[in-house]
């Protein structure tokens, strides 16, 4: 089973319009964080955002948040007036408590498009 | 701030060469993570390393190996080179105090002809 679903492989929208990336996670661990990265057509991977499982409170970046619904094992993301530059892939991704003793890698979504439009 | 650098940032070998990428964590930062991402693909992860220990293995071939010297830098040992290893390779680092900091260098653009 997938262990990160990004349902969105593209979207357009309109400059200034809010945004919500769609990623749902599929676990059995109690400790876990959630990540997004976006990466321009440029090729760099951009840390945007971090959510613990045990954060009660939803992440916050400047324009980024994250909608973290636990129950239903969510993590949208949310940009608040989407600019020309938001343009570019972006990945949801998940690291589980593993063998790594808190290095372990990250798991990605296979991310979604988002074209921002003038 | 300073970033993740990584060298060299384009390299082109033929099939059987071998290729080593290398990694410098941001200052201070102890763990260091290998991914792979192939075209159009999502980033696969391949190897981390703490204080020069392997710490999380994930889907790295056993023609690849890596390690982590003193100085927390790293390096990616890829031999017997396939058309299907050409790929962008990131190295990404963070504390492993912090884990909920994954910092991403900007890439190696293997291209294997």
């Known amino acids: 089973a997938q262990k990160i679903t990004q349902t969105q492989p593209g979207m357009f929208v309109q400059e200034k319009e809010a945004v919500t990336l769609d990623c749902t996670y599929d676990t059995s661990d109690q400790s876990y964080g959630l990540f997004w990265y976006k990466q321009p057509s440029s090729g760099e991977m951009i840390f945007l955002i971090y959510q613990g499982s045990y954060d009660e409170q939803n992440a916050t970046e400047g324009r980024y948040s994250l909608n973290f619904q636990k129950a239903r094992k969510s993590a949208n993301l949310v940009i608040s007036a989407s600019q020309l530059g938001d343009s570019a892939m972006y990945f949801c991704?998940?690291?589980?408590?593993?063998?790594?003793?808190?290095?372990?890698?990250?798991?990605f979504g296979k991310g979604t498009h988002l074209i921002i439009q003038p | 701030a300073a970033g993740v650098i990584q060298s060299p940032r384009h390299l082109i070998k033929e099939k059987r060469e071998t290729a080593t990428l290398k990694c410098y964590p941001i200052?201070?930062?102890?763990?260091v993570y290998w991914y792979q991402q192939g075209p159009g693909q999502d980033p696969q992860f391949l190897i981390s390393?703490?204080?020069?220990?392997?710490?999380d293995k994930g889907s790295i071939p056993d023609r690849f190996s890596a390690q982590q010297f003193s100085d927390y830098h790293s390096e990616l040992n890829m031999s017997s080179l396939e058309l299907g290893d050409s790929a962008l390779y990131f190295c990404?680092?963070?504390?492993?105090?912090?884990?909920?900091?994954?910092?991403f260098g900007p890439g190696t653009r293997l291209t294997v002809l």
């Open positions: 200052p201070r930062h102890d763990t």
């Open positions: 991704a998940m690291r589980e408590r593993g063998e790594g003793g808190g290095a372990d890698g990250l798991t």
């Open positions: 390393f703490y204080e020069k220990m392997q710490s």
């Open positions: 990404a680092s963070s504390l492993r105090l912090a884990p909920n900091e994954q910092f």
